[in-house]
């Protein structure tokens, strides 16, 4: 079938088709529309009248597990605050007065990088500025990257308290980690003893374990199980002890067994 037959076909159709007439557009006009409507719901307060309406009913708390104030939104933070954004709202639906608490995570080593890139660019070295002043603008960046994703996550029409989120940085929530601290401290769950930590030695600081990335490795290195005989105490009857041996394979490959 020829082109111009096509085009013949599709326009006969189309003059077969009654629509019913319309003032709405064609097409949603999503762009343009959605912040018109978190513009509404911003004047209306709708976020405060909740909570107006909700109060005495029974407590649907959800506090933020915090994002990382280091950058723009990625969709992984789409997807994490719009399936929040579902369960809240299900609640509050459900008859209970459903509160959403964003908060961010303000301190670690992805933004004392990005402070540090800022000072290699300069030429200089981060040994040399002095403490308050490194932490200071740590605190400035990640400042600022709070405020751009409030935006960004609002925009994704997430309705919270974004004017009382809590930050990690904050003096009140550093306070609150102190005292804490200082009740295992009361309880005697507080104590001093040694374990090995993961160390960056190009930024000097301790690092998380989730922080550190090792290349793929196949090892040869197996466990053996060998169980106990003959116990020297009642309490090993039947018990087990394992052993790790890297060269066993290859002992294998002479011997024929292990």
Not at 196 to 223: F, I, M, R
Request: with cysteine; aromatic share 10%; net charge positive.
């Amino acid at each position: 079938m020829s082109s111009s037959t096509t085009t013949k076909t599709a326009e006969d159709y189309k003059g077969t088709v009654f629509l019913p007439k319309t003032d709405f557009p064609m097409r949603a006009g999503l762009p343009k529309k959605e912040p018109e409507l978190l513009k509404r719901w911003r004047d209306a307060r709708l976020y405060e009248r909740l909570r107006e309406q909700s109060r005495g009913r029974e407590k649907f708390v959800l506090h933020d597990g915090p994002p990382y104030a280091n950058g723009n939104l990625h969709i992984g933070h789409a997807v994490n605050k719009i399936l929040k954004d579902v369960i809240v709202r299900a609640e509050q639906m459900l008859g209970k007065d459903s509160v959403y608490v964003p908060g961010w995570d303000c301190h670690g080593l992805p933004i004392e990088w990005k402070i540090e890139e800022k000072y290699r660019a300069a030429g200089k070295d981060k040994d040399e500025v002095p403490v308050l002043q490194f932490r200071a603008e740590c605190r400035e960046f990640a400042r600022h990257w709070v405020e751009v994703q409030s935006e960004e996550f609002q925009r994704l029409g997430v309705i919270g308290d974004w004017d009382r989120p809590y930050l990690t940085m904050t003096n009140p929530a550093e306070a609150q980690i102190v005292r804490e601290i200082h009740k295992f401290l009361l309880n005697g769950g507080l104590y001093r003893g040694l374990r090995p930590v993961l160390w960056s030695v190009v930024e000097k600081t301790a690092l998380a374990d989730a922080e550190v990335e090792y290349h793929d490795h196949t090892s040869t290195t197996v466990w053996v199980r060998f169980p106990v005989l003959t116990p020297s105490l009642p309490e090993l009857a039947g018990a087990s002890t394992n052993s790790i041996r890297s060269d066993l394979l290859a002992w294998r490959g002479r011997s024929g067994r292990v």
